[in-house]
C-alpha cells in the first residue's frame, strides 16, 4: 500500500460562479492521506487511490486495483471500492451507505 499514490483529484465540473473560498476543503493532502490509508487499509493488487472534494469537508475515495483479462493483452483497471467520507478537525468518518437488498442484484 505504501506504494500506491494518493491523488487529490481537482474537479473542475464547480460552478464558477460561487466563490472558490466556500468550494474548497478544510482539509490539506497530508493530513487526509494517513486518515485515507487507515480507512482503507491493504488492497490486493491496488493501484491508486483517488480522492475528490465533493463540497465542504466531503469526500469521495476511489480505491482503483490491475488486473488482468483472460486472453487480453495489458491491464485492466476498475474501482475496487468506493466511500464518502467527511473529513473534520483531522478525523475520518464514513458515511458510506451500504448497498439496499434491490441495489445488490445490480452490482452482481
Known amino acids: 500500500m505504501t506504494g500506491a499514490p494518493i491523488v487529490m483529484a481537482k474537479d473542475s465540473h464547480k460552478s464558477p460562479s460561487k466563490s472558490k473560498e466556500n468550494l474548497k476543503s478544510k482539509a490539506t493532502a497530508p493530513d487526509?492521506?494517513?486518515?485515507?490509508?487507515?480507512?482503507?487499509g491493504k488492497v490486493d493488487n491496488?493501484?491508486?487511490?483517488?480522492?475528490?472534494?465533493?463540497?465542504e469537508d466531503y469526500h469521495r475515495i476511489n480505491v482503483w486495483i490491475k488486473y488482468q483479462k483472460k486472453d487480453l493483452f495489458g491491464c485492466s483497471y476498475k474501482i475496487k471500492h468506493s466511500y464518502f467520507v467527511k473529513f473534520a478537525d483531522g478525523k475520518l468518518t464514513d458515511l458510506t451507505k451500504p448497498p439496499s437488498k434491490?441495489?445488490?442484484s445490480l452490482l452482481l
Open 32 to 40: 487526509i492521506n494517513q486518515a485515507v490509508r487507515d480507512l482503507v
Open 46 to 55: 491496488l493501484f491508486e487511490i483517488k480522492v475528490h472534494n465533493v463540497f
Open 102 to 104: 434491490e441495489n445488490k
